[in-house]
């Protein structure tokens, strides 16, 4: 069905707390990303990743972790979460790395 | 590292107006650009995109972008613009070595009725 799912659309949390952001797709594409976007700043990549196990920094990987265990599904993991990464964070997928992106529909964190 | 340009963050124009948003990038090899369209409250869908060939590329809704490697630029164009095409709208570029795609800051097209 050509898309990308993400869960949950809003999602509020306490500074310390830990934060999982969850992505799926369903066109077997090998390579994934995790974006946030904020006013003024466009889309900044967070993470890559190329295939299972294969994940990659992106320009703003600090405060973020990614896990990717099967194609289909990549999570992205804030330990101890910050006010400053209150943001609208995107997960994308493609079948390969320039190649046209799918995004989701977008998870707004916000970080008291 | 390619970076890529929008200079343009809001533009304003009424419906059946033509319309040009303007992409710059810098970057020496082989690139891909692209555009997508991001409306209010969804993620980015895909438009158009470059790679080579006819430096004119077509893509869905009548937009159109023009390469030019003389100016480093791929402007989205569209000829008569609808007010549902109020929207941002965000440029891309990529090597063709397998990089991921770095976006610009965005243009928000507003189409008054």
């Known amino acids: 069905d050509m898309k990308v799912t993400q869960m949950p659309r809003y999602l509020i949390k306490r500074m310390g707390e830990n934060v999982l952001l969850e992505c799926g797709q369903d066109?077997?594409?090998?390579?994934m990303y995790w974006y946030r976007q904020d006013p003024g700043l466009g889309l900044q990549l967070i993470y890559i990743?190329?295939?299972?196990?294969?994940?990659s920094e992106g320009d703003i990987p600090k405060g973020y972790r990614v896990s990717r265990k099967k194609r289909e599904h990549f999570s992205l993991i804030l330990d101890s979460a910050k006010t400053n990464q209150t943001s609208v964070y995107f997960c994308?997928?493609?079948?390969?790395?320039?190649?046209?992106?799918?995004f989701g529909s977008g998870t707004r964190l916000t970080v008291l | 590292t390619q970076t890529v340009s929008q200079s343009d963050a809001h533009v304003t124009v009424f419906e059946g107006d033509s319309v040009e948003l303007r992409c710059n990038y810098s970057?020496?090899?082989?690139?891909?650009l692209s555009w997508y369209i991001q409306h209010h409250g969804h993620g980015l869908q895909f438009l158009l995109k470059y790679y080579s060939g006819n430096p004119v590329v077509q893509g869905v809704n009548g937009f159109e972008a023009e390469f030019s490697k003389s100016d480093s630029s791929f402007h989205l164009r569209k000829a008569s613009v609808h007010w549902s095409d109020s929207a941002v709208y965000f440029c891309?570029?990529?090597?063709?070595?397998?990089?991921?795609?770095?976006f610009g800051t965005g243009t928000k097209l507003q189409v008054v009725p």
């Open positions: 891309a570029v990529s090597s063709n070595s397998g990089t991921y795609q770095r």
């Open positions: 066109m077997s594409h090998e390579t």
């Open positions: 970057y020496g090899g082989s690139i891909y």
């Open positions: 990743s190329y295939d299972v196990d294969s994940n």
């Open positions: 994308a997928s493609s079948l390969s790395g320039p190649e046209t992106l799918y």
